[in-house]
Every structure is written in structure tokens, then in C-alpha cells.
């Protein structure tokens, strides 16, 4: 039981990892990513790579693939996004998908549809907590994610920047009146959330399977974190990413495996039914 | 006008091009066409973007198959069966997710989807994660044919059916309902539009349209499972066909249909081979080029040489 619930929040915890870039775009660009799941896979590639042909581990090349992913994310937003700024909100979650199945099919055919997974990172091995072994790599994961939200957080509620963010998510013509370059806080937001994925994407490579389409695997539970916890709340998509994860865990202990994603919908299904707009959205 | 030609030319093409493999692109093309324009009564006219329609084609697919198995009925029955299970899911549905808007609503779609799969893959009376198949049959009282041809009729006799549909519904009362609730829900109650009734027919009614559908799909694969019924790439195929043809327009699907089936087909048989995906990358490129270069479908194309 306590094992379920700890093994729960440390999934919830890379969830909420995962969910927080797809909040921050969703939130202050109105867009919803759907290649946010291919950015990962893209971060787990690069880490990978460094990894077989570098040697470098995954915990230091998790800078690389976060510039690389923030690198991504200004061309995603520069090719696709921008010239899409006045086309209907479907339009443009569509083209998202499309690039995320282009990603995904190069992926495919640059490097096989092979699970791969890295043998031995500086994290591997397991640590005893008070009579609950946990796997030392999900562990770091849930820290460094922890750690990385609690920086979102504060770039973008506590900084000058962020309450720019801020301005630009709640009115984009007020925002551009009073002098803030409302493209280039969206270039700026869309690179940031790249570059987290790409942290929680390297990280991920020391506990893992690699494979072309592991994007689907988190991305679908990021998007119910993301929208649960309200529409661009940080706090919310972080808070509804470990519920998720802790909700999955405990499923799985108490009831039937097969059940963990079904149970996770239902309260998504919930909140939705007595919170339209999400735990913590805005009205 | 156009549509009497396409009509035509969909009454002759079986004669001209004998060869199944052609026919069958046309059944598949004519089957997304029909199903974009059902998810465009909620989609486009009523502006609630849903990416969970996969799930009434599948509960349409799943009653007819499971009918005709289990209590031998035949699909003359089981498809309108199909029909009516998917709207009474809808109404089902519809409660509580027809209030939410935007990407919410969508999300919420999203959701029913993936509960609808996981129950579908756990429901062993159903085939559970392997489906059910359809029984090996030359009968005309099942349905079930080994010719290719029988299934073109029928598929033709349901598409004509289903524009006639949605043009007649389009062009009454609902349809303009429909349309004031997507510009503003706000003004159209004040102006006295039962908002909840109509939304809730449009999602019923599409339901019901893609649920027989979904009767006619499971019967013509003669398979169906979870996979590839309560899958989130069927549901995004509808939406892009509708998306690619134009949203909010009669015609906009099934031209839509008309170019990106035959396109995928094409691009399976010829690049399909190698096992390397290539097809799937090109119709990724192709979503995102339509995207930027035809954000409004491709309906568009004669509005602008007209303007010109």
C-alpha cells in the first residue's frame, strides 16, 4: 500500500514533468501540442545517442537535449505556429498532430521501431526508504522534476518575465499596447516548454524503453493533467500529474492492472463534470 | 449540381474500372466521406471539435457483429441497431460533456474514448482484445458477400443517404440552431434557441449516422477489435478529412475524402512495401502543408479564383 502510493507519486511526479511545457504552451499560446508527446521521444533519441556513442550520461546530457528540444520548439513555433495565428484553433492543432506523426515516422525510420533501453547509468540500482524500495532513477527523475516545476513556477508567477507571460496569455492586443512583443514571448514560452520536456525526456532514457511512439505513452496522460488541472495552471497540471499517477498506482493495487487507464479517465470525466474549466482554471 | 454529377460518376465508376482494387479505394473513400460529414453536424456546424467519434463507429460495428453472432441477426437489423446503440451512447455522453467548450470539450472526447477502449479490451463477451470476426458467408440475407461488388452499392446507396441527410438537416431549423449556438451560445438562448436540446440532438444524430457506419465498416473488414475501432488515429483521420475539405460545409468532407483517400491509399501501395512508414511521414507532411497552405479546406479553392 504505502509502496503503491510512493511508486504512484514518483510516476505522477515524471507525469507532471511532462505536463508542465504542454501546460505552459497550452496556457499562454492557446495551442494545443500535439507533437508534445514526439518531443519527448525526441529527447529520450538525443539522450540515447549521447549515451551509446558518447558516453555521456543521461543525467549531464540532460542539458543538451534540453537546448536541443528548445531549438525544436522555435522551429515548431517559428514553421508552423506563427504563420497559423489567425487560422481556427483546429487548424492548428491538427498541424501539431501532423508534425508530431512526421517526428514519429522519421524516428521510425532513422533509428528502427527497436525498444531500446541504456544498460547501466550512474542511476541505476534501487534505494530503501523506511522499508519501501524505490528505483533509484525514478527517484531523481521525480526530484529533478520537482525541482524543474518549482522553477517554472517562479519564472513565470514571481519573475518580470513571467507576468509578461502572464499579460500575454490573459489579452494579446492589450499586451502588444502596452509594449510587450507578444511574438516573442511566444517564441520564448514555446522553446521553455520544449526545453522541459527535454530534461524530463533525457532523464527518463535511465529508466525507459526508447522507442519510436513512447511519445504516446506520456503524452495522452500529460494532455488529462494538463486539462484537469485547468486550462494553463502550472500548479494545476502539476497537482493533477501526480494524482494521476498516484490514482494509476493505487488502481493497480486495488483493483486490476487492465483498469489503470480507465479509472484515470473516469475522474478526468469527473472533474470535468462538476469543474468545467479544470481543478484550478480561471473563470 | 455537383452533387448529381458525383452521383453519376459514382453509378458508372464500377463498370468503368472493374478492378477491386479501385472499388475498394472508392468504398473507403465514400465511408470517410460519410463519416466527416456526420462528425460535421457537431464539428463544424455546431463548432464542439470531438475526437471521440471512433467510439461510435465502433459500439455501431460491435452491435452489429455481436447481433449477428451471438443471436444470429442479420445486419439488415443490426446495422440501424448499431445506429440507435451509438445515439442512445451520445445521449448518454452528451450530458455531461455538450456544456464544455473549446479544447475542453475535446479533451472531455478524448477521454470517453480511452474509457470506451479500456472497457471494449476488458469485455470478454465481446472478443475482448482479440474482437469478434464476422462468419465466412455468401448470403444476402447476412450480408455477407465474397465479391467486392455488393459491398460498392451498398456503401453508394448509404452515402447518397447520408448527404441527403445532412443537407436536409443542415438546411431546416437545426441546422440554423446549430449554427447561431457555434457563433455565440450566449445570444442564441437569449434569442430564445433551446441551446440544450439542439446540441444534443446534433451530437445524437451524428452518433447515429457514424454508428451505421460503423455497422456497415465491421461488416465489410468482416473484423473488428478495440485497436482499431476505439483508436484516436480513426478519430483524427475523420477530423482531418472534414478539416481538409472544408468544416462547416455540406460538400467540405466528401471532398476532402475524395482527395486525401485515394492519396493514402496510393501512398501505402507504393511505399508501403519497404515496411520503413514512408506513407505514414508523407501524410504527416501532407497534414501539415494542408494546414498552412489551406487553413480553410480545401473548399476554398473556388471561393478564391472567384474572387480573383
Same mark, same amino acid.
Given at each position: 500500500? #504505502?509502496?503503491?502510493?510512493? /511508486?504512484?507519486?514518483?510516476?505522477g511526479?515524471v ?17 494545443i501540442?500535439f507533437?508534445?508527446g ?8 538525443v539522450?540515447y ?8 550520461d543521461?543525467?549531464?546530457s540532460a542539458p ?10 522555435? #522551429?515548431?513555433?517559428a ?15 491538427l498541424?501539431t ?17 527497436d525498444?531500446r533501453?541504456?544498460?547501466?547509468t550512474? #542511476?541505476s540500482?534501487?534505494?530503501?526508504l523506511?522499508g ?12 529533478v ?6 522553477v ?6 514571481? /519573475?518580470?518575465?513571467?507576468?509578461a507571460l502572464?499579460?500575454v496569455a ?6 502588444? #499596447?502596452?509594449?510587450?512583443?507578444c511574438?516573442?514571448v ?11 520536456v527535454g530534461?524530463?525526456g533525457?532523464?527518463l /532514457?535511465?529508466?525507459?524503453?526508447v ?8 503524452v495522452?496522460?500529460a494532455?488529462?493533467a ?9 500548479p ?5 500529474g ?7 498506482s493505487l ?6 492492472p487492465a ?11 469527473l472533474?470535468l ?10 473563470w | ?6 452521383v453519376v460518376a459514382?453509378a458508372?465508376f ?6 477491386p482494387?479501385?472499388?475498394q479505394?472508392?468504398?473507403t ?5 460519410a463519416?466527416?460529414?456526420a ?9 464542439r471539435?470531438?475526437f ?5 463507429l ?6 452489429t457483429l455481436l ?6 441477426v442479420?445486419p ?9 446503440v @451509438?445515439a ?10 455538450l456544456?464544455l ?11 470517453v ?8 479490451v476488458?469485455?470478454s463477451?465481446?472478443?475482448?482484445a ?17 465479391s467486392r461488388?455488393?459491398?460498392?452499392? $451498398?456503401?453508394f446507396?448509404l ?9 436536409a ?20 438562448r437569449?434569442?430564445?434557441? &433551446?441551446?440544450?436540446?439542439?446540441k444534443?440532438?446534433a451530437?445524437?444524430l451524428? @452518433? ?14 468482416g473484423f473488428?477489435?478495440p ?8 478519430? $483524427?483521420?475523420?477530423?482531418l ?6 468544416v462547416?460545409?455540406?460538400?467540405? &468532407?466528401?471532398l476532402?475524402a475524395a482527395l486525401?483517400? &485515394?492519396l493514402?491509399?496510393g ?6 512495401g519497404?515496411g ?10 501532407a ?18 479564383r472567384?474572387?480573383?
Amino acid at each position: 500500500m #504505502l509502496e503503491a502510493l510512493s /511508486t504512484g507519486l514518483f510516476n505522477g511526479l515524471v507525469y507532471a514533468a511532462v505536463a508542465v511545457g504542454l501546460a505552459l504552451i497550452w496556457g499562454i499560446t492557446d495551442v494545443i501540442n500535439f507533437a508534445h508527446g514526439d518531443f519527448l521521444m525526441l529527447a529520450m533519441y538525443v539522450a540515447y545517442w549521447l549515451f551509446t556513442l558518447g558516453h555521456v550520461d543521461p543525467t549531464l546530457s540532460a542539458p543538451i537535449a534540453a537546448c536541443a528540444l528548445a531549438l525544436v520548439g522555435f #522551429l515548431a513555433y517559428a514553421l508552423i505556429i506563427r504563420p497559423l495565428s489567425r487560422a481556427p484553433a483546429m487548424i492548428v492543432i491538427l498541424a501539431t498532430f501532423g508534425l508530431g506523426l512526421v517526428l514519429r515516422q522519421l524516428a521510425f525510420i532513422a533509428f528502427s521501431p527497436d525498444y531500446r533501453n541504456l544498460p547501466d547509468t550512474w #542511476l541505476s540500482g534501487s534505494i530503501r526508504l523506511g522499508g519501501i524500495s524505490l528505483g533509484r532513477p525514478q527517484v531523481a527523475t521525480g526530484l529533478v522534476a520537482l525541482a524543474m516545476i518549482i522553477v517554472l513556477f517562479v519564472l513565470v508567477y514571481r /519573475t518580470r518575465w513571467g507576468h509578461a507571460l502572464q499579460a500575454v496569455a490573459e489579452d494579446r492586443q492589450a499586451a502588444s #499596447l502596452v509594449g510587450i512583443a507578444c511574438d516573442r514571448v511566444n517564441a520564448q514560452v514555446w522553446m521553455l516548454g520544449s526545453a522541459a520536456v527535454g530534461v524530463t525526456g533525457a532523464l527518463l /532514457t535511465s529508466f525507459f524503453y526508447v522507442f519510436p511512439s513512447v511519445g504516446a505513452v506520456f503524452v495522452l496522460l500529460a494532455f488529462v493533467a494538463v486539462a484537469m488541472g485547468g486550462f494553463g495552471s502550472l500548479p494545476g497540471a502539476f497537482l493533477s500529474g501526480i494524482l494521476i499517477g498516484v490514482v494509476e498506482s493505487l488502481t493497480g493495487y486495488w483493483f486490476e492492472p487492465a483498469y489503470k487507464t480507465a479509472s484515470i479517465f473516469v475522474i478526468f470525466l469527473l472533474v470535468l463534470w462538476y469543474r468545467p474549466r479544470g481543478l484550478f482554471g480561471r473563470w | 449540381m455537383i452533387a448529381a454529377i458525383a452521383v453519376v460518376a459514382l453509378a458508372i465508376f464500377p463498370f468503368a474500372f472493374p478492378d477491386p482494387f479501385y472499388q475498394q479505394i472508392v468504398v473507403t473513400a465514400l465511408m470517410y466521406g460519410a463519416l466527416g460529414a456526420a462528425w460535421n453536424l457537431v464539428g463544424g456546424f455546431l463548432g464542439r471539435v470531438s475526437f471521440g467519434h471512433a467510439v461510435f463507429l465502433g459500439v455501431g460495428g460491435y452491435a452489429t457483429l455481436l447481433l449477428l453472432r451471438h443471436a444470429n441477426v442479420t445486419p439488415w437489423i443490426g446495422i440501424p441497431a448499431g445506429g440507435i446503440v @451509438a445515439a442512445a451512447i451520445a445521449l448518454v455522453v452528451g450530458r455531461p460533456t455538450l456544456r464544455l467548450t473549446g479544447h475542453y470539450f475535446a479533451m472531455a472526447t478524448i477521454a470517453v474514448l480511452a474509457v470506451a477502449h479500456v472497457l471494449m479490451v476488458n469485455w470478454s463477451f465481446a472478443g475482448g482484445a482479440t474482437g469478434i470476426e464476422a462468419p465466412i458467408a455468401d448470403s444476402f440475407r447476412l450480408l455477407l458477400f465474397r465479391s467486392r461488388v455488393p459491398y460498392y452499392w $451498398i456503401a453508394f446507396a448509404l452515402a447518397v443517404a447520408t448527404f441527403a441527410a445532412t443537407l436536409a438537416l443542415v438546411r431546416a431549423k437545426p441546422g440554423y440552431y446549430w449554427r447561431a449556438i457555434n457563433g455565440d451560445e450566449a445570444a442564441a438562448r437569449a434569442l430564445g434557441v &433551446p441551446a440544450e436540446r439542439y446540441k444534443m440532438l446534433a451530437f445524437v444524430l451524428s @452518433a447515429a449516422l457514424t454508428g451505421i457506419w460503423g455497422g456497415f465498416y465491421a461488416i465489410y473488414v468482416g473484423f473488428i477489435d478495440p485497436d482499431s475501432a476505439f483508436s484516436l488515429t480513426l478519430s $483524427i483521420q475523420i477530423v482531418l478529412v472534414a478539416i481538409l475539405g472544408g468544416v462547416g460545409t455540406i460538400v467540405g &468532407p466528401w471532398l476532402g475524402a475524395a482527395l486525401l483517400i &485515394p492519396l493514402a491509399e496510393g501512398m501505402r501501395v507504393a511505399m508501403g512495401g519497404s515496411g520503413k512508414g514512408f506513407d505514414l511521414l508523407l501524410y504527416g507532411v501532407a497534414i501539415v502543408l494542408v494546414s498552412l497552405f489551406l487553413p480553410r479546406g480545401l473548399i476554398t479553392l473556388r471561393w478564391r479564383r472567384a474572387a480573383a
